[in-house]
Each structure stands twice: as C-alpha cells, then as structure tokens.
C-alpha cells in the first residue's frame, strides 16, 4: 500500500519561511514524477511546484523565486522549502506523486491514477 504523509506544517507569521517534507512508504520518488499541491479556503486547489523524472522542475506562477522542491533519494523524502509567505498563502499543501488528476479542483481525492498525501495545513499570520 502507497502510503504519503506530509510534515512540518504550522503557523508561521507573514514574509516567514517554512518547510514541509512528504515522505513515502511502498513508493519511491526517485525516478518519478512528484508534486505539491495547495489548496486555500474556498479556492481550487493548483500547483504549487513540480519534480519532473528528469529532474527539471516547475513552479505555479505565484511562486515567484520563493519556493524550492527537492528530493532526498536516500531518505526517500520530498521538500518544500518556502520563502516569504503571505497570509493569503494559507492552505492545506498536500504531497502527490506518479501523476495524479486534480478532481473538481479538490485536492486530494484519489483516482485510478497517482497517489496523495493527506495534507499539511500551512498558516500564515498577518
């Protein structure tokens, strides 16, 4: 069984960083392609970064220089390193890998293909 679990969420106050990590049981990251999600109150969930197989990576336009994705091989552990949170940035960020489908802009729901972590909640003070 696929197993994805997030970590390191918290509060943190405005222009803050943070670090979550998802690590993986019954999966291997390397050699896949691993995401991180979010998904704000009342909002679609989108894209925050991609790890492509190749290693090239991918960030939502609102990243803007601030995040970071990356992989620990020997760990078997996904980051994601955040710079300069704004309280709008306040979401549960959730941990996917092996290509997952975003269903009725809802993160996290499983379908035939990818897995999900279950999510962090990441808030960000004024």
């Known amino acids: 069984e696929v197993q994805l679990r997030e970590s390191g969420g918290g509060s943190v106050q405005a222009g803050g960083s943070m670090r979550l990590s998802c690590t993986a049981s019954?999966?291997?990251?390397?050699?896949?392609?691993i995401d991180w999600y979010r998904q704000a109150p009342g909002k679609a969930c989108e894209l925050v970064s991609h790890?492509?197989?190749?290693?090239?990576?991918v960030y939502g336009d609102f990243v803007k220089g601030r995040f970071t994705i990356s992989l620990d091989t020997l760990k078997n552990t996904l980051y994601l390193q955040m710079n300069g949170l704004q309280p709008e940035e306040t979401a549960v960020y959730y941990c996917?890998?092996?290509?997952?489908?975003?269903?009725?802009?809802?993160?996290?729901?499983?379908?035939?293909?990818?897995?999900w972590g279950k999510g962090a909640l990441v808030t960000i003070s004024s």
């Open positions: 996917a890998a092996d290509g997952v489908s975003v269903v009725a802009g809802i993160c996290g729901t499983w379908t035939d293909f990818g897995y």
């Open positions: 790890l492509s197989r190749d290693g090239s990576t």
């Open positions: 019954g999966f291997t990251f390397d050699g896949s392609n």
